[in-house]
């Protein structure tokens, strides 16, 4: 999601004219997504959304409202930057909300920071309280990540090691790349997978791991 971000991030700082006249930067997003609305003083954060992802080749929503990005790409407990975060306002089960791209964590847990547009006006980073959140979603298309069938262990190499490797550092378990070394990173990795899907957490991969992968992809 790197490309993403940077996309994003290269346009913080854009923020509405009051009045009467419109930034045309703003309404080059409309017209750019056929979104368009002819000013600046729209909701347009789900248009913003809309344009960072036309222009990292990802999916998109194709609606002006928040909400409609529940239904783009798969829904994840463990978001990395460049996540799309959608988040309620006045109510969990109102019609209203707000979309961005999650960017992290404060110390404390408890707010996220959100890369996004019109956040008072402008796109700029923010905090948002985590209990507001609606959904995590991953843009990335997941149909190139093959899950490994065999059983698999500390000290494997092999490119089912590496396969398993692009998958967890996918799901933002493991940074770094994949060697298709399995190495204590890789384990620790798969630890943690395994944690927080409630399994046995031995670190070695096999068929309970596997089924955990096939219902998470």
């Not at 999916?59 to 994840?76: C, D, I, Q």
Request: with cysteine.
């Amino acid at each position: 999601m790197d490309k993403l971000v940077k996309i994003a991030a290269g346009e913080i700082g854009v923020k509405e004219i009051h009045g009467s006249q419109h930034n045309p930067r703003i309404l080059e997003y409309q017209e750019m997504t056929g979104l368009s609305f002819g000013n600046d003083e729209v909701a347009w954060c789900s248009i913003f959304a809309n344009w960072c992802a036309l222009q990292a080749n990802l999916p998109r929503s194709n609606a002006a409202n928040a909400r409609s990005w529940l239904n783009v790409g798969r829904k994840t407990s463990f978001p990395i930057p460049g996540d799309v975060v959608v988040i309620w306002r006045e109510s969990p089960t109102s019609w209203k909300g707000h979309v961005g791209f999650f960017m992290g964590y404060t110390h404390d847990g408890k707010d996220i920071f959100i890369l996004g547009g019109n956040q008072d006006d402008e796109v700029n980073i923010q905090k948002f309280d985590i209990n507001r959140v609606l959904e995590f979603r991953r843009l990335k298309d997941e149909a190139n990540l093959d899950i490994p069938s065999g059983y698999l262990r500390n000290g494997d190499s092999s490119n089912d090691v590496k396969k398993l490797q692009l998958i967890l550092i996918d799901l933002g378990f493991l940074n770094g790349s994949a060697d298709g070394v399995f190495g204590s990173k890789t384990e620790t990795a798969l630890k943690q997978l395994q944690q927080a899907n409630n399994i046995t957490v031995d670190g070695i991969y096999g068929s309970e791991t596997r089924t955990v992968l096939l219902s998470i992809l």
